[in-house]
C-alpha cells in the first residue's frame, strides 16, 4: 500500500515522472525565450518605421502572440482541455487535432526554426563577449582605435558551457536557469533604458532627428533602402514575440493542478506583457536617444562608449542569457530526438541504459552515454557553422519569417476552429482566416527583407576575418 502511494506521490497521470512546473517557472521560460537580445535593436526597427507604425506594431504583434498562444494552451491535452490526453509535443498536437502532411510541415516548421535560434545564439553571445573586450579596448585607446578583436574564441568558451548544461535531462530540470537567465534579460534590458534615457535628458531634446515615418528617403536613406528596411523592421518585431515553438514543451513541465492550460494562459499574459512593457520602452527611448540614426544594437554596436563597465556589465548580462535561453530552444530538440531513437532501437543499452553518478555537494546524477554524445556533437556542429557563417543572423530572420506564420499563427487558429467546431463563413471564422491571412503577408515581406539583407552580407563575406 504504502509503495503504492509513494508511486502515486512521484509519478504523473501519464506514467512520467511528477511534473513540478509553476506559474512562476512556465513565466521565467517565456520571458528567457521571448526577451532575446534583439530587444536592443528594437530602436532600429522603430527607427525605420516612426513614432506611429513602430509602436502600433509592437501592440499589435503583442496581441496576435498572446491570443494565439492561449488558443494552443487549450490544444495541449485532447479531446478536453483539461482531462484529456496530453500532448507531449507542439506535432503531437497538430496530430491530434488536424493530422495529415500538417504534422510534417509542423515539425519542419518547428525544429529547423530551433536549431537555427541555437546557431544564431551562439553568435550573438561571442558578440557580445568581444563587446566587452572592445569597450575596454576603446576605454584606454580612444574612441577612434580600431581595437578588432576574432569571435571564435569566444563562440569556443560559449560552445564549452554549452556542453556542460546540455547534460541537463529536460525541460523540467531547467527552471534554475531561465530564472537566472530572465533576470539578466530584465538586467540588460534595464541598463540600455537607463542610457537611453541619460542620453535624451542630455541631449534636451536638440541634434537627434525623429520623425512620425521614421528614416526619411533622401535624407538618411534611398526609396529603395526605405522599402526594404520597412519590410526587415516588421518582419523583425513580429518575430520578437514568438516563442510558439517551445510553447506546449513548456506547459508539460506545469503540475496537474491547478489545469495546465489555465496556468499556462495566466504565464502567457504574464510573460508578454512583462516583454510589451521592455520592447516599447527600449523601442521607443532608444529611438527618442538616437534619432532616425539608430544603431542595430545600442550596446554592442557601441550606441554607448561611457560608462564602460556599465557597458561591460550589460554584456556580460547578455552573455548569461543567451547561455539560458540557448537550453530553452535546443532542450525540445534533444527530446524529440532522443525520443525517436528509444522508439527505433528499444534494446539497445547504449540508447536506453542511466548509470548513477555521484557528484559531490549535488547527489546522484544519472547519466546516458548516448545522451552524452549526440548533445555533445550538436553543440559541436553549431559552434561550427557558426564560425563559418558569422552572418546567419541574417539567415536566421528568413528562418524566423519561415516558421512565424505557421507555428505563431496558423496551427494555433487551425487548431481552434477544428476543436470549436467553428461553421466555415461565420463570423468568427471569417475574422479569424483574415487574421491568418494578413500575418501570412507580413511573414512574406519580412521573408523579401531577410533575403536581401543576407545577399548584402554574402557579398561583404570573408571567412575568418576579426571582427
Known sequence: MDAHLQVGKNIDDDGREKRTGTLVTASAHIITAVIGSGVLSLAWAIAQLGWVAGPAALMAFSFITYFTSTLLADAYRSPDPVSGKRNYTYMDVVRAN?????????????????????????????????????????????????????????????????????????????????????????????????????????????????????????????GQEKVWRTFQAIGDIAFAYAYSTVLVEIQDTLKSYPPENKVMKKASLAGVSTTTVFYVLCGCLGYAAFGNDAPGNFLTGFGFYEPFWLIDFANVCIAIHLIGAYQVFCQPLFSFFEMKCKRRWPNSKFITTEHILNVPFYGEYYINMFRLVWRTTYVILTAVIAMIFPFFNSFLGLIGAGSFYPLTVYFPIEIYIARAKIQRFSVTWVWLKILSWVCLVISLVAAIGSVQGLLTDVKKYKPFEMD
Open 98 to 222: 488536424l493530422g495529415g502532411n500538417k504534422v510534417q510541415l509542423c515539425g519542419i516548421a518547428q525544429y529547423v526554426n530551433l536549431v537555427g535560434i541555437t546557431i544564431g545564439y551562439t553568435i550573438t553571445a561571442s558578440i557580445s563577449m568581444v563587446a566587452v573586450k572592445k569597450s575596454n579596448c576603446f576605454h584606454s585607446e580612444g574612441h577612434a582605435a580600431s581595437c578588432k578583436s576574432s569571435s571564435y574564441p569566444y563562440m569556443i568558451i560559449f560552445a564549452g558551457i554549452q556542453i556542460i548544461l546540455s547534460q541537463i535531462p529536460n525541460f523540467d530540470k531547467l527552471s534554475w536557469l531561465s530564472m537566472l537567465a530572465a533576470v539578466m534579460s530584465f538586467a540588460y534590458s534595464s541598463i540600455g533604458l537607463g542610457l537611453s534615457i541619460a542620453k535624451v535628458v542630455a541631449a534636451g531634446g536638440g541634434g537627434v532627428r525623429t520623425s512620425l515615418t521614421g528614416v526619411q528617403v533622401g535624407v538618411d536613406v534611398s
